[in-house]
């Protein structure tokens, strides 16, 4: 009776996620890219550009254009770097502090310590976006989808282009068995930065899973 319970908790957090952008995605097993390794969510690189100056909302918007017609993988990370730039700087100097020592909880494997800081940082500044980004993807480590998917809600309520989020919301559905949402996540995820690295890949994979081969 208690898993039951659990297992409608969950199912309701990502039915929410699902629903703050339009209809998203899902998987039964994971498939496994090219490499063999299970794919990871997408955080930001170490070495980030400047922020550009100015009105961030009116310089998301620019770089989001240029990143749907990139002509190249390398122009594409180019202005994904730029935007990771502009999320991250968006909390401010003592966020920023925090989301760094966050980082360090998370590459020494103590997720409950990035935990408590993240909570930290979202109590601050609740409107910055990739504390809950980072959050979901501490959750995810965890294995702790329901919450993972409840973040990640919060990030696509205020940021619905948010690629990294979205891609994770797929991930999630692939690790519960939901290859329609899962598919329906990563095209999303597409469609605001094509040239996103091993999505293509999973979404060639569960097209084929969910929709069947052309004969």
């Known amino acids: 009776m208690r898993r039951r ?10 039915a929410a996620a699902s629903q703050a952008v339009t209809p998203v995605a899902a998987q ?12 990871k969510p997408i955080e930001p690189p170490e070495n ?25 993988d390398d122009s594409a ?19 920023n502090l925090l989301m760094g020592r966050v980082k360090t909880a998370m590459d020494g494997k103590d997720l409950d310590l990035a935990i408590k800081l993240l909570n930290a940082v979202i109590d601050i500044r609740p409107d910055y976006v990739e504390a809950w980004n980072r959050r979901a993807t501490v959750y ?40 329609k949402g ?5 095209r999303r995820a597409l469609a605001v930065h094509p040239h996103l690295e091993r ?3 999973l979404v060639k994979r569960l097209t084929d899973s969910v929709e069947g081969r052309d004969l």
């Open 48 to 72: 980030l550009p400047r922020p550009q100056k100015g009105d961030s909302t009116q310089n998301l918007d620019k770089l989001f254009a240029a990143l749907k017609v990139a002509p190249t």
């Open 28 to 39: 039964v097993t994971p498939p496994e890219p090219p490499t063999g390794e299970a794919p």
């Open 140 to 179: 995810y480590m965890k294995k702790d989808f329901g919450n993972a998917a409840a973040d990640i809600r919060e990030v696509l309520a205020r940021e619905p282009r948010h690629f990294g989020a979205l891609s994770g919301l797929g991930m999630i559905l692939q690790d519960i068995g939901d290859d």
């Open 77 to 95: 990370k180019y202005v994904e770097n730029r935007i990771w730039a502009l999320w991250l700087a968006a909390g401010g100097d003592t966020a």
């Open 5 to 14: 319970f659990q297992a409608l908790l969950l199912s309701a957090a990502l």
């Open 182 to 186: 899962a598919l329906e996540a990563f």
């Open 199 to 201: 999505i293509p890949d």
